[in-house]
């Protein structure tokens, strides 16, 4: 089957790594060397996608899960035609497409952002997800629009990764048989031999997963046998599949077999004797023979004629089926429908008091049937997190009576590690938005995938609630007090904290229109009332001012749960002549992108500012003078006496703003927007 | 072997769950009535401990890591004398001893704080470690001082959670045969039957991770199986145990084996149904039998009569081996050894410019073996993290050939989350000071274990290297940003980011006599020179004046590894005129607990405040009044190009202090220190 071409192919891409490497100077070669084989046998047999649309839906997915040897996927862009021997050379330079971990929002053709061990298979998971749900919507007979399958290469070292066990129970219970992953059984972490810390039976973990597993005793050698495989594997078509090779690192290197040969480069008179032991010209660097472009050049040419092929069914199936096939269109252009908006709640003040879990709920009733590319669930609090819309369907194997693949309601199970990994997963498929709920406190279990996101520019929406001290008995185990200042500092993530229904309102508007960012929800388990002044466009402001006051002696602040109680302090210090204002302040980041006229006109010189939040004041002295807000853990305990313990009262806020006038009566109020730069 | 009495005992653990849930209005009452037989048969059979004296060293350790269950353990330690009637009315209240989920530092006989789920699992393989480590250091022939055993309860919660995951797969590897978990299989989650996402075979993944399994099938009623089960794990001495135990969740309610039961008081009149179902008089509330009280009462007598016993056996054992048991009567009582500190290096200026992660090297081949209570460890990152000193050996399993239990160097493998919550454990046994290593970025993936240990009062070190983009080409995906000030906003928790060798040396000394909370170091990957002015002592500090000078126009300030950039910018001034002062501020916390007149001499009012830290500026504006910092992530590069691209430069820093002070010519610089309260 295999010829002494795909042998120079496979030789090729080792030689080529060792290159690639010894250039940057740094990165990893083994992994690249060791896994040549397989993703040749997956490049050249297996993966239609075609180079020249590197976003056609149909592509087959690739994952490179173990993302330290990215060389190895930059070199197969090389050889396919979509990065320049020139971009090979900058491997690991400022401002190239070859970074040291593939990010996918920086060089075409790679799906997901990986390096962080575990999230690249989580991801697969997604994908898979995504690939099902897409066929069972979409497919008819004669009309197999959604075929691709999902192709991992995955390490020792992501398999360690509590992320990927997750993953792996989910993808297993889901029967998710379009998700095959290549496991590179090296035998070598940094820390050496994998004896050290990695002993277990992993075959029989993921066989207790519900995964099918197959093994290569010779994966440097056997292309027949990985081939054979990956082919079985794809006959399985109600289980993932794991496929055990064993490899040696850095094959060829005098170290190779050793974790020398893991994280730096080969030294240069032993790439001359790699590239001896491979039949290559030591004097010759970064050298593709011409066979090679042509092999990688059949590929080329096989893949665009696949998605050639594809588009003509694709024309065919919406003049069969108009309203699917402009939807799949649609959704693949990442336009969303037309007047979504129009479905979002608003509120009055006369409206009932509310948790901002529930408006969320709210909202999620409205337009999960608006959106159909809305896709979400939680980590087994569906009842606390209100995720679960009235018409949702499970998204569950037809076989278990409990869905199908064309529900969107994903069953995550206590994961929350795993299902971040899977979101950004379903968003890289594309034509689609995740959401998934837990508690606020515990997306500190899956910050690894949550910065991902944000990395990635991925749309992905984290409904996260009980939100602050106020979720009460449960405890200082379960109440968030620093998390969203970490989410806060995180770069390219919108954070709200909604203080009603508009806010809520406003806070899906915003998150659903920004394409390129992921969005945390913080909301609260207990009741709020509705405000006067609240608006959902001002929310899409990030700030703004809910009562307004000439002449005001102090400007109070907050997000949240603790708004109504500052608009409660506010009617205080008003009653006792004390003239007040009133900001809202959902979303630091949308507030700090509008202009500094509108920022001034929100928070004007010369009054003092007091910001009020049930949670970590760090980070509050950006725009408050003072801060009332949590400095401790919280405890266990009927909220009501929590806020009380805590100061979160409108007797408080009333004395502490007081306190501020006063000392500013003899000190300079310094701006909080005006700044030397 | 079991007698009616026992199942009275049974029996009335479980109406007492259901009085205090409802009392409370709030609680678990589930899983406490459907564990209550596993623990009865532990807690009359195997738990050897001592409650007069709950933190006798040779204790058995028990775990309830299902912490939403936690009604059980309080129940448990009022039947053994600890707890009375008036804590239990008193759960879930504010300040009471018994919170919405079991913690540590609260309440005495609670050996972790658990209820995050998965961490109490993970703890219990720290424990157990702790165990064999004791074991193997101090145990001499005729003198069995250390045999306690783990015992934990695990839902099925616990065990979709990767932390668990991670732990397992290394208490396997391990062969920690003093660990036995009982695992409360109940079918049921939050979102109902287990079926909806967890349906994988947990006994062959334990047994593919080296654990010994067994499975009763009636664990509501089979007392004698569930005995004869633990006897049998407590003969498997080189594998963990895993018990699958079915039970029905809530058994009693009418509601029984359902989602209802698990986070939601019974109705009181279903309570009143259990009460006759299981032949309680159900007029009356939080009723214990006076046999029952007798039964425990007769455990509490055995407890204390072993701890007696054990208490002589070390006091012939100190006679005969008088260093060794002094050791452990000092290490049990808390105390450092004398002296230690003196083994810290110290530097000046004239030493060679090194990576503050060598430093941290140098400090651990100083004090490792004056300080054996320190075990420690990385994520297979030891090369990386350095964190392997000279001497050390590995804790392995002798039978590996690698090391033995006396060893104290742990090969976590890439288990991040693992790691941390197995700290914790290991903090809980007493007499051991962890640490472990991985990079800055990945503390990210453990969270959820350093945010129990500073809640917990817990003294673990975490050695966090390549801290910011210096560490270069890995690039995005593993150069923190936001990282540290997630951890500056968590409370009771020291974060560390040392300028140079001193710096590095102070954040040790500060971290290790700091019995009651946890420290985090942020330590460079590149090379940074000693500085002229730094000192281990000012360190303890948290922030000291660097470089002073009269009539400054401006304080320059930062931590780690731009401290030094910020003297050479602050040279770069001078030679321009620009009188300029110099603070380094290593620990945030630290310095924030200082007194109001020494943190007025570091950032004197009047003076502009410039801070640059090489991550996100968010949180800074409370100690400067501009920032130098980053908003962005960083990219894959040379560390060097990444600086001036990110302007971490002396050029940019000195133009920047230029704008700075002339927007303060006319603007009034407020104070940093003196605040309105």
């Known amino acids: 089957m295999y010829q002494q071409i795909d042998h120079i192919a496979i030789n090729t891409i080792r030689t080529l790594a060792a290159d690639v490497v010894r250039k940057a100077n740094s990165g990893h070669p083994g992994a690249p060397m060791g896994c040549a084989p397989m993703a040749h046998v997956l490049f050249s047999k297996f993966i239609t996608a075609n180079p020249e649309n590197l976003k056609w839906p149909n592509r087959d997915r690739f994952v490179l899960s173990n993302g330290h040897g990215c060389a190895l996927q930059y070199i197969l862009l090389h050889l396919l035609g979509n990065l320049t021997i020139d971009d090979l050379k900058l491997f690991r330079q400022t401002d190239s497409k070859t970074p040291g971990h593939p990010e996918c929002h920086l060089t075409e053709g790679i799906e997901v952002t990986t390096g962080p061990l575990g999230q ?62 290549l496991y590179d059984d090296n035998h070598v972490s940094i820390d050496g031999n994998t004896e050290v810390s990695f002993t277990e039976d992993v075959c029989k973990r993921f066989e207790a997963y519900g995964w099918h597993t197959q093994v290569i005793a010779d994966g440097d050698n056997d292309l027949e046998g990985i081939t054979k495989a990956i082919e079985n594997a794809k006959k399985v078509t109600n289980k993932p599949s794991l496929i055990k090779i064993r490899t040696i690192i850095g094959i060829g290197s005098k170290n190779e077999g050793t974790e020398k040969v893991h994280g730096a480069p ?66 693949f252009s990442n336009k969303l429908p037309e007047g979504w908006e129009k479905h979002l709640p608003r509120y009055t003040p006369s409206d009932p008091a509310v948790a901002t879990r529930k408006l969320s709920e709210n909202v999620l009733n409205k337009i999960a049937d608006a959106i159909p590319e809305l896709i979400g669930g939680s980590a087994d609090l ?87 001290i106020g979720l009460g008995e449960d405890g200082p185990t379960h109440q968030p ?40 929800f913080c909301l609260s388990r207990q009741n709020l009332p ?8 001002n929310t899409l402001k990030g700030g703004y001012v809910l009562k307004e006051c000439t002449d005001a002696k102090i400007t109070l602040t907050g997000t949240g749960s603790e708004i109504s109680i500052v608009v409660e302090a506010s009617k205080k210090l008003e009653s006792e ?101």
Chains 1, 2 share one sequence.
């Open 266 to 331: 080969l030294a240069p008179d032993d790439i001359v004797e790699v590239k001896k032991k491979f039949g290559f010209d030591p004097e010759k660097f970064f050298h593709v023979p011409n066979e090679v472009y042509e092999l990688y050049g059949q590929y080329r040419e096989k893949g665009k004629a696949a998605e050639a092929q594809w588009n003509k069914l694709l024309e065919n199936y919406t003049t069969k089926f108009p309203e699917k096939g402009n939807e799949i269109k649609r959704r």
């Open 577 to 677: 002549g004390v003239k007040t204002r009133v900001v809202s302040l959902p979303c630091f980041e949308l507030f700090e992108e509008q202009s500094i006229d509108y920022k001034s006109s929100v928070f004007p010189d010369g009054i003092p500012i007091l910001s009020v939040e049930a949670l970590a004041t760090f980070g509050w002295s950006k725009f408050a003078h003072a801060n009332i807000g949590m400095t401790t853990f919280g405890s266990s305990g009927p909220y009501q006496q929590l806020y009380k313990k805590y100061g979160f009262t409108a007797e408080n806020i009333s004395e502490k703003a007081k306190k501020t006038i006063e000392f500013y009566q003899t000190t300079p109020v310094p701006s909080v927007i005006h700044k030397p730069f």
């Open 530 to 537: 509705h405000l006067e002044g609240s608006s959902v466009e």
């Open 481 to 520: 007090i620093e998390t969203v200042a970490g989410l806060r500092a995180l770069p390219n993530i919108l954070v709200f904290r909604p203080a009603d229904g508009n806010e809520v309102s406003g806070a899906y508007l915003a998150a659903i229109s920004n394409l390129n960012r992921p969005s945390v």
């Open 382 to 468: 569906t009842g606390s997190n209100l995720t679960r819309w009235k018409t949702a369907v499970d998204f569950q194997p037809q076989s278990t009576g409990l869905g199908n693949y064309s529900g969107r309601y994903i069953r995550y199970g206590v994961r929350e590690h795993g299902m971040f990994g899977v979101m950004n997963g379903l968003t890289s498929y594309g034509g689609l938005i995740p959401f998934g709920g837990t508690f606020l406190n515990f997306i500190s279990y899956g910050l690894g995938s949550v910065r991902l996101a944000a990395l990635s520019s991925f749309r992905v929406l984290y409904i996260m609630t009980h939100d602050s």
């Open 120 to 181: 690249g298979f989580s991801n697969s998971v997604g994908l898979a997800i995504a690939q099902a749900h897409f066929a069972d919507v979409f497919n008819q007979p004669g009309f197999d629009l959604f075929t691709n399958h999902v192709y991992v290469i995955v390490g020792d070292g992501c398999l360690q990764e509590g992320v990927a066990s997750e993953a792996a129970s989910l993808a297993g219970h889901l029967q998710l048989g379009n998700l095959i992953a």
